[in-house]
């Protein structure tokens, strides 16, 4: 996962208390994005920043913003966590592969929302 | 809505073994498919991405085929090894923003 990194790995926080994952990527790309896993279901978009100082909703916005200050970071802030965003987020950056776009993805930060 | 739906949840197999992962996804307009691993604990790691004008892509042992017009994917894994168990993630991108994902299949490849 060189090139995108998260912090923290993992994090528990009580219900209310508020936060901020932190993404950073050094491969120069406009497009990042905020994903969650939870078990049994695949990856969801929660938001995503097509160029610096733009942002917009994914699938599951609800519960969370997003700031892009600058064209290498993207962070996710929960202002009151609740148990229901006990979930895997990762991070990804888009890159260009050959004729099409893929994503590349961070290690994740765990989060557990008593 | 678009869905995404791989099956089987959970596949244990014995050392050698060759096999078949399966995606299927509700909208065919995709703009791309991919197929990611996901080791425990760990993030995802892109195996093969298939453009929606391609049939397959190969990549050593792995295989990916696609079928739009049925809303198809699969990951065929050849001589399968240990290293190989690990969750397999299909995930279909919609535009160049979208990407829709399936739960996974979790690979047990037993010695």
């Known amino acids: 996962n060189a090139g995108v990194t998260q912090t923290p790995k993992f994090q528990v926080l009580k219900t209310g208390q508020s936060m901020t994952l932190q993404c950073a990527q050094d491969?120069?790309?406009?497009?990042m994005y905020w994903y969650r896993q939870d078990p049994g279901m695949g990856l969801r978009l929660i938001y995503y920043s097509a160029s610096e100082g733009t942002t917009d909703k994914g699938e599951v916005p609800n519960g969370y913003n997003v700031s892009r200050l600058n064209k290498r970071e993207f962070s996710l802030r929960l202002e009151s966590a609740a148990p229901s965003q006990t979930s895997v987020y990762f991070c990804?950056?888009?890159?260009?592969?050959?004729?099409?776009?893929?994503?590349?993805f961070g290690p994740g930060t765990r989060l557990t929302v008593l | 809505k678009q869905e995404v739906t791989q099956i089987p949840a959970a596949l244990s197999v014995p050392e050698g073994e060759n096999l078949v992962l399966n995606c299927s996804f509700t909208d065919s307009a995709i703009y791309n498919l991919q197929w990611f691993r996901q080791d425990p604990g760990k993030g995802l790691t892109s195996l093969l991405l298939?453009?929606?004008?391609?049939r397959e892509q190969t990549s050593g042992r792995l295989n990916a085929s696609l079928d739009k017009s049925s809303g198809r994917s699969t990951l065929y894994i050849a001589a399968s090894q240990p290293g190989d168990s690990a969750t397999y993630l299909c995930a279909v991108g919609y535009n160049n923003n979208d990407m829709r994902f399936g739960a996974g299949t979790r690979l047990t490849v037993k010695p």
């Open positions: 491969m120069n790309h406009n497009s």
């Open positions: 298939i453009q929606s004008s391609q």
């Open positions: 990804a950056i888009k890159m260009r592969q050959v004729t099409t776009d893929t994503q590349y």
